[in-house]
């Protein structure tokens, strides 16, 4: 770790280096994030009543911080707290319309939309008592692409358009100029030589590429009862809610923390099962599971080709369906791709919840919180059916994520790696890890052990995913049927496997807070490409319960 010693050369009348007598005669400092000992803050932790909190480690022990923001030192040499300030009323927790207005009026730019959050970004992260690390990398290319974009004429019906957002994207998405390192040491030079189908997407409705979101490493499918949010490549991602005392959520824990904490417009999650809807739950933040098949994955570091899917997670249903928006399109090289002819962000309405018939469990209904979500979406004219969930095992589970992993990932090192990257199977990242595994793998790697243990036949693989699907499907379509229900209500991500391997798409909304502070959200599933239905569901919830409120010590 570099650390840069500065001298203080200003007058005698200030009191200590650093100290402004305004801001036009202030002699700025560089914002440097110094590396700490954290033997106390550990301590600390050790005692946190949920094991896998016990933290081995906080700040990551590969990246350094300072590097993320080096090459925007001159950009920011001319960004002033003054003009942060000024700019925080037109973008602290708007949505994205509110910004393409501030944009069209000439309030603001896409240049100081952009240097707003990378100002933002250094500021919380140099602060260890802030530092949320849930970036691991910054395009050097966003101001200049911001710039750009300035120079054009607006397009028409940018309102609704993900045109000049700076977007973060989770870190097993391929990116051409940056590493896609999945959180993993292993893949640390992993510079691909094209991007993802989905970030193609983004740039051919020129998104800015803010960055790249930390993550549960690997996708959560590493270590065994290790920490949510955590990664050696960018360490420990914290929830902004409740700082070392709440989950973050896992696995695209950085792109929840993210969205929830202002460092980005909208993130970009994957999901296997729960990997998005959980952490938007614990987030107090929007987040789509959609149908496998809605969007590709050609370009993801890969768990199962089965379940695997991205999706849009942001601060308010509008947001995410205008990214939903930008990130559909049929990939030929995905087989699972479909086309999409919809536009996801012109049919939300306060009313659409008038007349949808919406199954919830019994056993829920003793939660407060989905209680008064259920409540709320009564009064917004929904029919409420209260039906007994069937208990459905979901046996072989692991199993499919093994076969699928052992598979999968191979052909993500053959095929869409970068070339400096000479692994090509989980063996060989194992016995990699093992060569320093206080660095690579201070948790362990159980799972990759297993994986490697697996002798799963391609027969076999065949017989227990179609099992598991029928077996998920049921579990939702015996009330759906019976009911005639619109969508499911569950909670936060505890329905997410059955949704998985049903491939049935779901959304969390923000539904209000635990008496500790601790977000929670209704989730809604729907049949298979009724995304748009539950959009549509989950705005109008949403402007009846106005639950969201960002985290109060990063306002």
């Not at 690390?133 to 004429?153: F, G, H």
């Not at 087989?335 to 306060?350: F, G, I, K, P």
Request: glycine content about 6%; some cysteine; aromatic content about 8%.
């Amino acid at each position: 770790m570099k650390q840069i010693l500065f001298l203080c050369l200003l007058p005698l009348t200030l009191l200590s280096c650093g100290v402004k007598k305004s801001e036009d005669t202030a002699v700025k400092q560089p914002v440097v994030w110094q590396p700490i000992d954290e033997t106390a803050r550990l301590e600390e932790q050790a005692s946190h009543e949920i094991e896998r909190m016990r933290f081995k480690l906080i700040n990551s022990k590969y990246l350094d911080k300072n590097d993320i923001r080096k090459p925007f030192e001159k950009d920011l040499a001319g960004f002033s707290a003054r003009k942060y300030e000024s700019l925080k009323q037109l973008i602290f927790e708007r949505s994205i319309p509110e910004l393409q207005s501030a944009v069209k009026d000439g309030r603001l730019s896409y240049e100081d939309l952009t240097l707003f959050y990378i100002y933002r970004i250094r500021e919380l992260e140099s602060n260890n008592d802030l530092s949320l690390n849930a970036v691991i990398a910054l395009n050097p290319n966003v101001v200049n692409q911001a710039r750009e974009l300035d120079k054009r004429d607006i397009p028409p019906g940018s309102e609704n358009s993900i045109y000049g957002m700076p977007v973060l994207i989770k870190d097993n998405i391929n990116t051409a100029n940056l590493a896609t390192t999945g959180g993993a040491i292993a893949l640390a030079e992993n510079i691909p030589a094209k991007n993802a189908f989905i970030i193609d997407r983004l740039e051919q409705h020129n998104a800015l590429i803010l960055g790249k979101a930390n993550l549960s490493e690997w996708a959560y499918y590493f270590c065994d009862g290790c920490p949510l949010g955590y990664s050696a490549v960018g360490g420990q991602t914290l929830n902004p809610y409740g700082r070392k005392q709440f989950e973050t959520g896992g696995s695209s824990s950085g792109s929840g923390v993210a969205v929830a904490a202002n460092y980005a417009v909208a993130a970009v999650g994957t999901e296997t099962a729960g990997s998005i809807l959980s952490p938007a739950s614990k987030n107090s933040v929007v987040g789509l599971k959609p149908t496998v098949g809605l969007l590709s994955r050609s370009g993801i570091i890969p768990i199962s080709e089965t379940l695997d899917t991205p999706g849009p997670m942001t601060k308010y249903v509008i947001d995410n369906a205008i990214l939903l928006n930008a990130l559909t399109g049929k990939d030929p090289k995905d087989a699972a791709s479909v086309a999409a002819n919809e536009d996801y962000a012109q049919s939300l309405s306060r009313d659409a919840l008038n007349g949808k018939r919406i199954g919830v469990m019994k056993s829920l209904m003793q939660d407060s919180i989905y209680n008064k979500a259920v409540q709320a979406m009564k009064e917004g004219g929904a029919v409420i059916v209260e039906f007994e969930a069937e208990e459905v095992p979901l046996d072989n589970f692991l199993t499919l994520l093994n076969a699928d992993m052992k598979k999968d990932l191979s052909a993500y090192l053959s095929t869409a790696a970068g070339e400096q990257v000479q692994f090509r199977s989980v063996d060989e990242i194992v016995a990699y890890n093992k060569e320093d595994s206080l660095l690579r793998a201070p948790y362990g790697q159980q799972l990759f052990e297993a994986i490697v243990a697996d002798t799963t036949s391609a027969a076999s693989l065949k017989n227990i995913s179609a099992q598991l699907r029928d077996k998920g499907r049921s579990f939702f379509d015996v009330p759906m049927q019976k009911h005639n229900l619109d969508a499911v209500a569950s909670i936060n991500n505890y329905h997410a496997a059955h949704a998985a391997v049903a491939k049935y798409p779901a959304l969390a909304i923000p539904a209000g807070f635990e008496a500790s502070g601790e977000p929670k959200s209704i989730t809604l599933i729907a049949r298979p490409f009724e995304e748009q239905k539950l959009l549509n569901m989950g705005y109008a919830f949403e402007q009846l319960s106005y639950a969201r409120k960002p985290p109060k010590n990063y306002r």
